[in-house]
């Protein structure tokens, strides 16, 4: 809602399941495309395979989401057909996909938790995502929303935060893990699996009541953080 002094207020609360801290969520993108998410509850998840070809990897482009595992190396040998082997030197990179990767779709939004640093105030270069911003005024009954309307269809989803790692990272790695890169983006997502095989569009009905549309440059003159500690 908005108060007196023309700023949103964000009420808090501690006991939220998928985040555990105070906080909000936010939706960059197109006026026109928020404004179907605030007046139909209208989530667009592009399936993963969308992310793998994106070129621009400081933004929405990452080879590394969601894969299944990493694995790195110097040393490369390669078996030869008269049972010698052949050795080169050099840094590789292997990536294990996930079976069905198509199949696989994600929704994404920014974290906003103030006590963690550099998620508030927000760092400007998640402007790049839209020029406006769906601002979640109840995050809790934003997920209880999603939750309902999942269950009720029957798809098999997951949400949490994304935690970032090393860049240079090995082993597993899963949907909820990205480079450290890519931390400024502060993710939560929600991931729904057997998918059409493309993207997917799935609606839980409005969140006018709920949420807030403001462009993405007056998010941090605007927001301001209100906790109530759960008694």
């Not at 009954?141 to 009720?152: D, K």
């Not at 997951?158 to 893990?177: I, S």
């Not at 006018?208 to 998010?219: A, G, T």
Request: hydrophobic share 35%.
């Amino acid at each position: 809602m908005k108060g007196a002094t023309n700023q949103y207020i964000i009420k808090s609360y501690f006991d939220w399941r998928l985040m555990n801290q105070p906080g909000t969520l936010i939706k960059y993108g197109q006026h026109e495309h928020l404004l179907q998410l605030q007046n139909e509850g209208h989530l667009y998840l592009n399936h993963l395979p969308y992310f793998w070809k994106i070129e621009d990897e400081a933004l929405r482009g990452d080879p590394f989401d969601c894969v299944v595992a990493v694995a790195r190396g110097r040393k490369v040998t390669i078996p030869l057909p008269d049972g010698k082997e052949f050795s080169m030197v050099g840094n590789w990179t292997i990536r294990m996909h996930p079976p069905k990767p198509e199949k696989i779709n994600i929704f994404c939004m920014y974290a906003l938790r103030p006590l963690i640093a550099g998620c508030f105030p927000v760092d400007e270069r998640n402007l790049r995502f839209g020029e406006h911003a769906l601002v979640l005024l109840d995050r809790d009954e934003f997920l209880r929303r999603i939750e309902s309307s999942l269950n009720f269809q029957e798809i098999a989803f997951e949400a949490n935060l994304v935690e970032y790692v090393d860049d240079e990272h090995t082993g597993k790695v899963g949907p909820f893990k990205k480079l450290r890169r890519f931390a400024y983006q502060s993710e939560w997502r929600l991931v729904c699996f057997d998918g059409p095989g493309g993207p997917r569009k799935i609606r839980i009905g409005s969140i006018r009541d709920i949420s807030s549309i403001l462009r993405s440059d007056e998010i941090n003159k605007e927001i301001r953080i209100h906790y109530e500690p759960d008694t």
